[in-house]
C-alpha cells in the first residue's frame, strides 16, 4: 500500500503549535523528531543508551513532523491545507511561517521498518511496559508486559495522551470492569484493559487499518476472549452499557460525544478522556458539566490533559 509522508520543518517553539494544526486537520499520529529531546533522553538516569545515534546526527537543527496519510481521491486537498496552515501563516511573534512542508511518497513496509528505532521498551504508570515484538525485554517482578506491533496504525504508548490514560485505567480497571476504547489505534488501551484484568472490551475504530492492526495486537497479546475490536464511529457499534468510556482522540471530538455517553455508560461509570490540548480543556469540562458529570480528576503532562469524570 502507498502513503504520502508529509514532513513539517519548524523550530521548538513552534512544535507544539503545528502538532495541534495537524491533529485538528484530521491526523491520528505524528512523528516528531527532535534532537534535543534525545540528547536530553541520553543525559538522564534512565538507560537511554539503546537510541540510535543517526537521530542525533540529523542535519536539521530544529523539529521534524511527520504525518502519514493513505493515497485516495480526498489527499490533494488535505496536503493542501497543510501547507496554507503551515506555509502561509505567520507566527505573530516572528511574522515567519510556522514551517515548510515537503511530500514525499513511501510504501508501508518501508516505512514500518525505518521508524523502528524510535520505538524500544518504555514503563507507563506503576506496572505497564510496553515492549515492541520485535524488541528482548527482561520482565521484573510485578509488571504486565504488553507486546505491540503499531505498524501504520499510531499508538505505540509513547505519546503524553496514551500515558495518561493508562495511568488512569491502572486506577479504574478492576475484574469486574466492562470497558469501551473509542478510537482503538493500535489497540493499546483494549489490550491494556485487558491486561489489567476487565472482564470484558469493545474497542472501535473508524479506519478499517486500524481495525486490522488493533486485531493483530489483540490476538499476539491472547487477549481474544476479553478484546473485542470492531470497525464503526465512535459508539454506533455499541449497545451495552460500559462501567468506563476510554477516549484518547481530540478535543472536539471528545465535545460532540459527551451528550452521548450516558446511553453507553453505567450510572456509576467513569469517563476517561484524553488527547485534549490545555487551550481546549476548560471547553471540554464545560460540556462534561453541563451534561451532568462531575470532575474526578484532572492531569496534565507536557500541554496535554487527561480528564477523568463520572454523572452525577
Known amino acids: 500500500m502507498k502513503w504520502v509522508e508529509v514532513q513539517i520543518k519548524t523550530t521548538t517553539e513552534a512544535e507544539e503549535i503545528v502538532a495541534n494544526i495537524m491533529y485538528d486537520l484530521g491526523v491520528t499520529g505524528l512523528a516528531i523528531e527532535d534532537p534535543s529531546d534525545i540528547l536530553a533522553f541520553q543525559q538522564s538516569e534512565e538507560d537511554w543508551d539503546y537510541i540510535d545515534p543517526e537521530l542525533v546526527k540529523q542535519d536539521y537543527e530544529g523539529v521534524i513532523i511527520k504525518a502519514y496519510f493513505p493515497e485516495d481521491e480526498n489527499l490533494p486537498d488535505k496536503i493542501q491545507l497543510v501547507k496554507d496552515n503551515i506555509e502561509n501563516i505567520p507566527m505573530r511573534e516572528t511574522g515567519k511561517a510556522l514551517g515548510s512542508v515537503t511530500i514525499t511518497e513511501v510504501y508501508e513496509e518501508d516505512w514500518a521498518e525505518a521508524w523502528k528505532k524510535y520505538y524500544k521498551p518504555i514503563k507507563l504508570g506503576e506496572k505497564i511496559v510496553i515492549k515492541p515484538t520485535w524488541e528482548e525485554y527482561e520482565k521484573k517482578e510485578g509488571e504486565i508486559v504488553i507486546e505491540l506491533d503499531p505498524g501504520m496504525a499510531f499508538g505505540t504508548g509513547t505519546h503524553e495522551t496514551t500515558m495518561l490514560c ?3 485505567l491502572e486506577k479504574y480497571v478492576n475484574n469486574n470492569t466492562f470497558v469501551y476504547d473509542v478510537g482503538c489505534g493500535s489497540g493499546i488501551l483494549s489490550i491494556v484493559s485487558a491486561k489489567l484484568g476487565a472482564k470484558k472490551v469493545v474497542g472501535v475504530d473508524l479506519d478499517p487499518l486500524c481495525v486490522k492492526i488493533s486485531r493483530e495486537n489483540v490476538s499476539i497479546n491472547r487477549v481474544e476472549n476479553t478484546v473485542e475490536i470492531l470497525e464503526g464511529n465512535l459508539f454506533d457499534k455499541f449497545t451495552e452499557k460500559a462501567d468506563i468510556i476510554v477516549c484518547n482522540i481530540i478535543a472536539e471530538v471528545i465535545i460532540d460525544m459527551v451528550k452521548h455517553l450516558k446511553k453507553y455508560l453505567k450510572d456509576d461509570g467513569v469517563f476517561i478522556a484524553s488527547g485534549i490540548i490545555v487551550e481546549k480543556k476548560e471547553k471540554v469540562k464545560e460540556e462534561l458539566v453541563s451534561n451532568g ?15 477523568v469524570s463520572s454523572m452525577e
Not at 293 to 307: A, P, R
Open 166 to 168: 493508562i495511568e488512569a
Open 293 to 307: 458529570f462531575k470532575m474526578l480528576e484532572e492531569k496534565i503532562t507536557n500541554d496535554w490533559v487527561l480528564i
